[in-house]
């Protein structure tokens, strides 16, 4: 009986108290470890938003640093016979918004200009025209031409980076006061500017030549890329009501039709403003502001006069979080009684408050702007 009883087991009431047990520290387990798992992907989701921001407004930053680069600013009066130049941004058709900050067919092209309320939720617009907007390596090719008696060409080393024989160039004069557009042809090597520049009415010593980035016949005596934002393949993980930040360049095989595929640099934005500050005694200082509350700059004098570009975004930080509690509807996107505007995110943005909100503040310098000569 002894031995029996020492190899009878566990009774059934002794088994479920340790089944009862058993369930309540899994139970303890899981409370705490479900707030810990949503809060380890709120965090991963935040560390994705700042990565992509770091990464999506480089790409803004360095298109506005270069604003202007490779552009002219009037027309080479010592060239014969003077060039008239004739092109197609974006028509009205194709894109309204973007067709606001044209300056086609023929006006001398503004680096930068801002289209006031022109995006999603009354954002402004931006459009930077530059050669080396567009993503290719054709772009950032450049040179010169100098006399030795003969018209040269500079040959660089290493020789990727020079000007290829059948890419489309824009020819510019530089001197003291002004950028003037000589003519826009296909690259032959430096033979085939000893004639054309004979042209000149007083013989030049230099001449700066800058790839377009095309082997195809050009639209544009430059490329343009604009900045907007817009409600198309807005993730899911958004607030209803925010958009995405694209960068768009104008199509310069087909010019007219309007944009290839834009490129996506920020996902759930509420909101862009873009401010600047401009020269208006050309003493090389920034002396003026300006709020981009409507079309702006109205001409290429001006556009040429900005020193500092400043861009606000509003946009969503993680992912939404019913544990969280926004603490304020109205977020000045800009700088108070400077810059931008108060954004409600209770009119516009659905269950904002359970979104976390960050404000992207970027100050850029137009180097392309400055100005420049090069010396014979």
């Known amino acids: 009986m002894t031995t029996k009883g020492r190899q009878a087991g566990f009774s059934i009431i002794e088994l479920l108290i340790v089944i009862g047990i058993f369930s309540l520290v899994i139970i303890a387990a899981s409370q705490s470890f479900v707030p810990l798992l949503t809060q380890s992907k709120q965090q991963s989701k935040i560390a994705a938003t700042n990565i992509e921001g770091m990464l999506g407004l480089e790409v803004l930053r360095r298109d506005i640093a270069h604003a202007g680069y490779g552009l002219y600013w009037g027309l080479d009066p010592k060239s014969s016979p003077t060039p008239t130049p004739t092109y197609v941004e974006v028509t009205a058709g194709s894109d309204l918004n973007g067709a606001a900050?044209?300056?086609?067919?023929?006006?001398?092209?503004?680096?930068?200009?801002?289209?006031?309320?022109?995006?999603?939720?009354?954002?402004?617009?931006?459009?930077?025209?530059?050669?080396?907007?567009?993503?290719?390596?054709?772009s950032e090719r450049w040179?010169?031409?100098?006399?030795?008696?003969?018209?040269?060409?500079?040959?660089?080393?290493?020789t990727t980076e020079n000007i290829g024989s059948g890419e489309y160039v824009i020819v510019v004069?530089?001197?003291?006061?002004?950028?003037?557009?000589?003519?826009?042809?296909?690259?032959?090597?430096?033979?085939?500017?000893?004639?054309?520049?004979?042209?000149?009415?007083?013989?030049?010593?230099?001449?700066?030549?800058?790839?377009?980035?095309?082997?195809?016949?050009?639209?544009?005596?430059f490329n343009r890329a604009?900045?907007?934002?817009?409600?198309?393949?807005?993730?899911?993980?958004?607030?209803?009501?925010?958009?995405?930040?694209?960068?768009?360049?104008?199509?310069?095989?087909?010019?007219?039709?309007?944009?290839?595929?834009?490129?996506?640099?920020?996902?759930?934005?509420?909101?862009m403003?873009?401010?600047?500050?401009?020269?208006?005694d050309g003493d090389g200082y920034a002396d003026t502001s300006a709020d981009a509350t409507a079309d702006q700059p109205v001409d290429a004098t001006s556009s040429?006069?900005?020193?500092?570009?400043?861009?606000?975004?509003?946009?969503?930080?993680?992912?939404?979080?019913?544990?969280?509690?926004?603490?304020?509807?109205?977020?000045?996107?800009?700088?108070?009684?400077?810059?931008?505007?108060?954004?409600?995110?209770?009119?516009?943005?659905?269950?904002?408050?359970?979104y976390r909100w960050k404000l992207y503040t970027m100050i850029v310098e137009p180097m392309s702007l400055l100005d420049w000569t090069v010396a014979p």
């Open 273 to 280: 403003q873009v401010a600047y500050r401009f020269d208006s």
């Open 101 to 138: 900050l044209n300056d086609a067919p023929n006006g001398i092209p503004r680096p930068i200009v801002i289209g006031g309320g022109r995006g999603l939720n009354g954002s402004d617009r931006l459009a930077v025209k530059a050669v080396n907007v567009v993503s290719n390596e054709l």
């Open 304 to 354: 040429r006069q900005i020193r500092e570009v400043r861009v606000y975004l509003l946009v969503q930080e993680g992912q939404k979080d019913l544990g969280f509690t926004y603490s304020n509807n109205i977020v000045r996107v800009g700088e108070a009684g400077l810059y931008g505007r108060d954004f409600d995110l209770g009119a516009t943005i659905t269950n904002w408050q359970n």
């Open 226 to 271: 604009d900045f907007y934002i817009a409600n198309a393949n807005v993730p899911t993980r958004c607030a209803q009501g925010t958009g995405v930040l694209y960068k768009a360049v104008v199509n310069q095989a087909v010019g007219s039709t309007g944009f290839l595929t834009p490129l996506a640099l920020l996902d759930c934005v509420a909101d």
């Open 173 to 221: 004069r530089p001197d003291q006061t002004n950028r003037s557009l000589h003519f826009t042809t296909t690259f032959a090597g430096s033979s085939l500017f000893n004639g054309v520049l004979a042209n000149y009415d007083t013989p030049e010593t230099t001449s700066l030549i800058f790839s377009l980035g095309t082997t195809a016949p050009p639209k544009m005596t």
């Open 143 to 158: 040179t010169y031409l100098y006399t030795s008696p003969i018209y040269t060409t500079l040959i660089k080393s290493p």
